[in-house]
């Protein structure tokens, strides 16, 4: 009877932690595909603040509202926003989540993983259609531009 009650115990908490870190890793694709162009984790500023320690130093409440929609903190003159604006000299556009990808990124922002850099992953087409590119033109000038030299005995 313990037993059974240990396993079922054992298995929701095993449950719950996939889902906590199904959220994670969904936040941390948001993350990767929207906010790094303008944030770090850990990397210093972008063209908006880095976000190490975010979910630390604001209200969670405040998070979900500015990440949905910035735009109605700055019409409700938030302190806070405001002086965002003024430090990073642009405000930050509302981005369109819904309110589940929303806290998928907080869950994301509050494991104090960092993100330094955007991944290294995004621009491999970029450097795979230059490598490309390289090779073609240097085939296209061996082509084109051997001369055939008749060596008479
Ligand atoms: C186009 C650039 C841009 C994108 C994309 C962007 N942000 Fe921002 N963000 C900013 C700027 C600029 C600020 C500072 C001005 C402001 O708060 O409006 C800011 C501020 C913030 C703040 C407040 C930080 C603090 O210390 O007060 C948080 C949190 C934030 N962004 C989270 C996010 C998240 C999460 C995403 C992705 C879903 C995201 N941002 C996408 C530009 C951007």
Redesign the pocket.
């Known amino acids: 009877m313990l037993v059974v009650a240990l396993w079922a115990i054992a298995a929701t908490s095993a449950g719950a932690q996939t889902e906590d870190d199904e959220r994670v890793r969904q936040g941390e694709g948001?993350?990767q595909q929207?906010?790094a162009?303008?944030?770090t984790i850990g990397g210093g500023v972008r063209?908006?603040?880095d976000?190490r320690g975010?979910t630390e130093?604001?209200e969670e409440s405040w998070?979900k509202v500015?990440?949905q929609s910035?735009s109605i903190q700055r019409a409700q003159n938030d302190p806070?926003?405001l002086a965002?604006?003024e430090?990073?000299g642009?405000?930050?556009?509302d981005?369109g989540?819904t309110e589940q990808q929303v806290e998928a990124?907080i869950a994301y922002?509050g494991t104090g993983e960092t993100a330094p850099v955007a991944r290294p992953a995004l621009y491999i087409p970029t450097l795979a259609i230059g490598v490309l590119a390289i090779v073609g033109l240097t085939l296209i000038g061996i082509v084109v531009g051997t001369k055939r030299v008749e060596v008479r005995p």
Do not use: D, E, Q, S
């Open positions: 948001i993350f929207i906010c162009t303008c944030h063209v908006g603040p976000l975010v130093r604001r998070l500015h990440i910035p806070i926003a965002n604006v430090k990073f642009m405000p930050m556009p981005l989540l990124v922002l």
